[in-house]
């Protein structure tokens, strides 16, 4: 009886160790990007020493999507735990997709934040598109049907008599194929988002004929949006990840840390630092609230 207590005993203890071993792994956190390096995301953590708290409370796992409308079904089946969704999309998740309980966590990006960068769309330089009126029967691009570029194209052209699909028509590509798109006029006019609206290339052929800010104003622009139940409970969880997400924010965002951003840019995305070093985290970027708060009014 006594050896036979003994093994329970033991059963038990091991039973005991693995459970508590189970429930020390790290909650695995799936966030969804758009753009690379713009996308935080991206290169959240490739700083060494900035995440504190990844491998141990937490691990991150990050997909890239074409726009944000895309997360939303992600976002409703369990397969993502943060999406990338913007001023357009947070609504179309509440109230198209029923999801009352989603909560804006982070406020990553805003465009068009005074002294910041606004969303620029192009139209060939030397083309036949000289005022906002001339896009009347003409082809526009856009990422995504209803994402955070689209809509405010569609309000500017609105707000110059032009109605969607009455007045132009609108198709969907991805933003690296925009510029050919553009010079071989299969398109008339694209919308510009960083990076790609940096490259020298694209401000050799076109021209910006207006900005998003001229559309709309500050737009909240990426937001990273969770359940109310996974946040509650995975609080701690998310506390040590929101701390460690500070951490990068302020990294990426302090002039003293630029050459070494611009560095990680360069390496994530495989093109020269030349391409970010004129405008990544600066003033000629997005802004990035410090303490990583959404601009609710502008929501």
Do not use: C
């Amino acid at each position: 009886m006594p050896g036979r207590k003994l093994a329970l005993v033991l059963v038990f203890a091991i039973i005991f160790t693995a459970a508590n071993r189970t429930s020390a792994e790290p909650v695995k956190l799936r966030i969804g990007w758009v753009v690379p390096v713009t996308n935080l995301a991206s290169i959240l953590f490739a700083k060494d020493g900035i995440a504190r708290h990844n491998g141990k409370s937490y691990v991150i796992e990050t997909s890239r999507f074409q726009g944000s409308t895309q997360q939303i079904t992600a976002l409703a089946t369990g397969d993502l735990d943060f999406a990338l969704l913007g001023f357009t999309s947070v609504p179309y998740a509440v109230e198209n997709a029923g999801m009352t309980d989603a909560r804006v966590a982070i406020g990553e990006l805003q465009d068009g934040a005074p002294g910041y960068y606004s969303h620029e769309f192009f139209v060939l330089a030397d083309g036949p598109v000289k005022k906002v009126e001339d896009l009347k029967g003409k082809v526009l691009a856009t990422n995504a049907f209803g994402s955070a570029v689209d809509i405010p194209m569609r309000v500017q052209l609105k707000k110059h008599g032009l109605e969607f699909k009455r007045d132009y028509t609108v198709i969907e590509a991805s933003f690296p194929t925009m510029k050919a798109m553009l010079a071989e006029k299969k398109v008339d006019l694209i919308p510009g988002v960083l990076l790609f609206s940096m490259d020298p290339e694209l401000r050799r052929i076109g021209r910006p004929l207006f900005t998003q800010a001229d559309a709309i104003g500050i737009g909240e622009l990426g937001t990273w949006t969770a359940r109310a139940n996974f946040l509650a409970s995975k609080r701690a969880v998310i506390v040590d990840f929101m701390e460690d997400y500070l951490r990068a924010v302020r990294f990426y965002t302090d002039p003293a840390n630029h050459h070494e951003a611009v560095e990680i840019a360069a390496k994530f995305s495989k093109l020269p630092p030349a391409v970010f070093d004129s405008w990544l985290f600066t003033h000629k970027d997005y802004y990035r609230n410090p303490k990583g708060l959404a601009d609710g009014d502008a929501l």
